[in-house]
């Protein structure tokens, strides 16, 4: 497995070096090769570069959009996120000028397009903010959590070796749990009873508020299997209830039958314990999605809907 560490304190060095221009330019406009430009001439390194320009575009710190000009009155046709928006449409200016959004169009009038940046201090500034003071351990992009997630599947189909299929799901989850604020876990630990361990124990009650009005201690288990059965339910809940937490949070890469979602919220109904699940699919909406603007958006989202 990579240095996570030492990558993210080279990260963390860098963006320290660029925060003053992120602090002073809020609210600025610049086009995108400008203000690449500009990190450039800080941060030397062609990875942490690439890191930092994603986690600013992760996080909404970097606002980035692509403005379009009509080729033959310069009326403005609109501003678009992406280029998938508009492609194979038809834009029309208010002068009725009609033009089909094209690969073409984008090479024959590259100088009506401008592609736009604006610094925003949205949440995601704080987030940034709280990893430069180091309580957050890490901050990887979601792109490159998207290869790390996309590995992990590649081992679930390519191996029969469980520990292997085991083992780098657990690297990629501790990697994630790593991005949490003021989040500590311990990895691999034996059961109180010494049948077994427990993948992750993970105090999360310094967190966030959402994930604090619950138990503050979690047992956490991977399962990184095509398909899941009764029996990983039943020791799953078993280990939850041998813990000291009396709270779980089990995380499958694929996912689990309704059967199984429904027993596990029938002992939060009664209160009995606290049972978390994460599927494969919420992983992937939440590296996909840009909605999710902090790392603890993945969990608080399972904890409102599981509860
Ligand atoms: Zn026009």
């Known amino acids: 497995m990579r240095n996570w ?15 003053n221009l992120i602090e002073s ?11 690449i430009d500009l990190l450039d001439k800080k941060i030397r390194n062609q990875d ?15 606002d980035a959009w692509i403005d379009i000009s009509c080729p033959i009155c310069g009326e403005h046709l609109g501003k678009f996120r992406y ?9 029309e200016c208010i002068h009725g000028h009609v033009f089909r959004i094209d690969d073409n169009f984008f ?16 949440e995601g500034k704080k987030v940034l903010g709280e990893f430069l003071k180091d309580q957050r351990k890490c901050l ?10 996309n590995k992990v599947i590649d081992v679930l189909e390519k191996t029969r070796d469980n520990m292997k299929k085991g083992r780098i799901f657990e690297d990629f989850f501790e990697l994630y749990l790593r991005t949490l604020k003021n989040t500590s876990y311990q990895r691999g630990i034996l059961t109180y009873q010494g049948r077994g361990d427990y993948d992750f ?7 966030d508020e959402i994930i604090a009005k619950y138990r503050r201690e979690y047992y956490v288990e991977l ?23 009396e709270s779980g949070i089990i995380v499958v890469s694929t996912k689990l039958a309704g059967t199984h979602k429904a027993e596990l919220r029938g002992y939060n109904k009664r209160n009995e314990l606290t049972l978390i699940y994460i599927e494969g699919k919420d992983i992937l909406k939440y590296l996909k999605d840009q909605k999710y603007r902090k790392p603890e958006d993945l969990l608080n989202h399972a904890f409102r809907f599981n509860i």
């Open 5 to 19: 560490t030492s990558f993210c304190n080279k990260l963390r060095e860098n963006l320290n070096s660029i925060w």
């Open 140 to 149: 990887i992009s979601k792109k490159r959590l998207l290869v790390f997630f």
């Open 223 to 245: 399962k990184n299997k095509k398909s899941i059965d009764k029996n990983d339910i039943l020791s799953f809940i078993n280990k939850v209830k041998e813990s000291r937490c």
């Open 107 to 122: 090479i024959e009038y590259e100088d009506y397009i401008e592609y736009l940046v604006k610094i925003d201090s949205s």
């Open 83 to 91: 280029r998938n928006e508009i492609m194979n449409k038809t834009l």
């Open 48 to 62: 942490i570069l690439e890191e930092t320009i994603n986690i600013l575009l992760d996080y909404g710190i970097l």
């Open 25 to 35: 330019s809020s609210g600025q406009i610049y086009r995108y090769d400008n203000f």
């Open 201 to 207: 124990l993970v105090d999360l009650s310094k967190n």
